[in-house]
């Protein structure tokens, strides 16, 4: 009796049992290294794509940096002025055939639902920031005119400015201030 149970185990039945358990333990193992790529790749695509919203973030505040510029630099006559709000920017009807220095108001990179904080002094807007919190990848080798984005512990530190004849840009990324000539506020972020 005990030869004919154990011929039992050892016949056709019991190697299509083991090979269906090789197979078993070669697909689970096959699932895992795939879960442990895909885990790979996601991780490698949120990079990829973190990146690509910095470089948008400092394009798109280039823009507007460059279209409060823009506005101030159109002022007619000694006495500049900065604008008060992003229509101007996008309108500025202050001359008979009106003139755009923004193309659209953009929206934060970083933060896509919001809008940029923007940055005034003396109730006019002089700049705009990100909104994120979340810490930059990028950490140096910034343009001249964005140094002290270097070392920023989150995106609402990279502020884009343009500091007008007689405004210093001064303070670590962190404390980034205007100081204006005599007889003017401090610069104060307004939502």
């Known amino acids: ?87 101007q920017l996008l309108l500025d ?17 970083m933060a896509p639902d919001t809008d940029f904080e923007l940055i005034r002094m003396n109730n006019a807007l002089v700049g705009v920031r990100s909104t994120s919190k979340d810490k930059p990848m990028k950490q140096a080798n910034f343009p001249l005119r964005y140094r002290q984005f270097a070392g920023a512990e989150d995106y609402s530190q990279w502020q884009f400015i343009f500091a007008a004849p007689g405004m210093v840009v001064t303070g670590a990324p962190a404390a980034q201030n205007l100081q204006p000539g005599p007889g003017a506020t401090p610069l104060s972020p307004l939502h």
């Open 93 to 109: 009807d202050r001359f008979p055939n009106p003139v755009m220095h923004l193309r659209a108001a953009y929206p934060d990179p």
């Open 1 to 87: 009796m005990a030869t004919a149970a154990s011929s039992l185990r050892s016949g056709p039945g019991a190697t299509a049992r083991g090979q269906r358990g090789v197979i078993l333990i070669a697909l689970l193992l096959m699932l895992v290294l795939v879960g442990v790529g895909a885990l790979a790749a996601a991780e490698i695509w949120s990079t990829t794509l973190k990146r690509e919203r910095e470089v948008e973030l400092l394009w798109v505040g280039e823009q507007y940096r460059h279209a409060i510029e823009s506005y101030w630099k159109a002022t007619p006559g000694r006495r500049k002025q900065l604008p008060s709000t992003i229509d």
